[in-house]
């Protein structure tokens, strides 16, 4: 097998599994009443420590290097604590708020953020491709926000806003690690943020058991539930970051970008599959508009600004 098709193979079944645990989440919330908080401390903690110990069997060298960097530990503590801690968070309450194939669809309104950023900071026009994806991408949030019905809002208010702050937050997470990543990689930055990140949540989870503990508790879990806990740490979390960012290692961050559109697909499939949820015509079209917002970014985009995710 050639280096190309693994990394093919890796991106699309690290995507696959980001959309997958969203759909795990979704159980958790629906049967469980899993706290988004507690879920995020959980996750990222566990699939944290992973990485520790993947990170001090394989890239000690790196890993040893970057810790006595002042700029790049204070990098880190930025990416984990608040870039990746966020994004897991947000996209958590928003699925507590709809299910996961909308809240999928809603987190890839980064890509409006993305790209209006990135125009302001290159101080340039949109690409035809670029403007092309900015009216996919607000065309799909619209259509599943309204399901198609302009006036009137399909999907509670706290839910579209869990998503658009999701969006935003993981506008933060593939923008600001970009230099650290050019230094040393994704693998070492991100195992190490999502060990950060894990702490400050766990730190916050704690907080809130005392202040709040009517809404924030850890869970009573049967059987299912402590398996499908542990999906989400360590196939949904732990293994979809590994695998995803070795394929686009390979296959490069345009290529990466086009496998990565998988996610809201997975999400949709399974969620509809596994919990049921209905979607109808509107949602799917809002799905198809933006993973072609996910492609025409990615042809529209100078190779050295696409960076991995």
């Given at each position: 097998m050639s280096a190309k098709t693994r990394g093919i193979a890796s991106a699309l079944v690290g995507a696959a599994l980001w959309g997958f645990s969203g759909t795990c989440a979704q159980y958790l919330f629906a049967h469980y009443e899993v706290p988004a908080l507690f879920l995020t401390a959980f996750r990222m903690l566990a699939s944290g420590l992973l990485f520790l110990a993947l990170l001090l069997w394989r890239r000690r060298d790196a890993l040893r290097s970057l810790l006595r960097d002042k700029s790049s530990r204070r990098q880190v503590i930025a990416f984990g604590a608040v870039g990746l801690l966020m994004c897991q968070l947000t996209y958590l309450m928003a699925i507590s708020y709809t299910n996961a194939g909308t809240a999928t669809v809603l987190q890839n309104l980064n890509i409006v953020f993305c790209l209006l950023v990135g125009l302001v900071v290159g101080r340039r026009g949109p690409r035809l491709a670029e403007v092309a994806s900015l009216v996919c991408a607000l065309a799909a949030g619209v259509l599943v926000s309204t399901k198609g019905d302009l006036s009137v809002l399909s999907i509670p208010l706290a839910g579209l806003v869990w998503g658009i702050l999701n969006a935003a937050s993981c506008t933060f997470y593939i923008m600001?690690?970009?230099?650290?990543?050019?230094?040393?990689?994704?693998?070492?930055?991100?195992?190490?943020?999502?060990?950060?990140?894990g702490i400050a949540a766990s730190v916050i989870f704690a907080i809130g058991c005392v202040a709040s503990p009517a809404t924030v508790y850890v869970p009573t879990l049967g059987g299912d539930g402590i398996l499908v806990l542990a999906i989400i740490a360590v196939a949904g979390t732990f293994a979809a970051f590994g695998l995803y960012l070795h394929g686009v290692s390979l296959v490069g961050g345009v290529m990466g970008s086009l496998l990565g559109s998988v996610e809201p697909v997975s999400a949709c499939v399974f969620s509809a599959v596994w919990i049921g949820t209905q979607f109808v015509g509107a949602d799917w079209a809002g799905l198809v508009l933006m993973v072609a917002a996910v492609f025409l970014t990615s042809i529209g985009a100078p190779p050295s600004t696409t960076?991995?995710?």
């Open positions: 600001y690690p970009r230099r650290l990543f050019e230094r040393w990689g994704s693998l070492v930055p991100t195992g190490l943020g999502m060990l950060v990140g960076s991995e995710r």
